[in-house]
């Protein structure tokens, strides 16, 4: 299947489903972050990818509607973990480890 991961899914997300044997594309790989939605949208429906993403907005097939697309997935699960899984994608080899420390005390209590 391919897909294309919202830039809030980090690097893991990617690996992940790449390892399921999908044909993976990333937001930030094609430089599209912070692109409004309905750009995001066109780009997947041209590229024939369902988006990935955890951005709830997209979730509302009033605005959305499924039959104009090739897929749009929203995931669902604690915001927690899922802040701080985008967290460590993004600060992993940090030159500052403190900031890393707290990051990764902050999920213990998640």
């Known amino acids: 299947m391919k897909l294309k991961l919202d830039e809030n899914l980090g690097t893991?997300?990617?690996?992940l489903f790449d390892q399921a044997g999908h044909d993976v594309s990333t937001v930030p790989q094609e430089g599209l972050c912070?692109?409004?939605?309905k750009k995001l949208l066109e780009i997947c429906r041209a590229q024939k990818r369902c988006l990935?993403?955890?951005?709830?907005?997209?979730?509302?097939?009033?605005?959305?509607r499924p039959e104009d697309y090739s897929g749009i997935a929203v995931l669902h699960y604690s915001y927690g973990?899922?802040?701080?899984?985008?967290?460590?994608d993004r600060y992993k080899g940090m030159r500052n480890p403190s900031l890393r420390q707290r990051c990764l005390r902050y999920r213990e209590y998640s």
């Open 34 to 37: 912070s692109s409004p939605d």
């Open 52 to 64: 990935i993403t955890l951005a709830l907005e997209f979730g509302n097939p009033l605005i959305f």
């Open 12 to 15: 893991r997300g990617a690996e």
């Open 81 to 88: 973990i899922a802040l701080m899984r985008v967290i460590e």
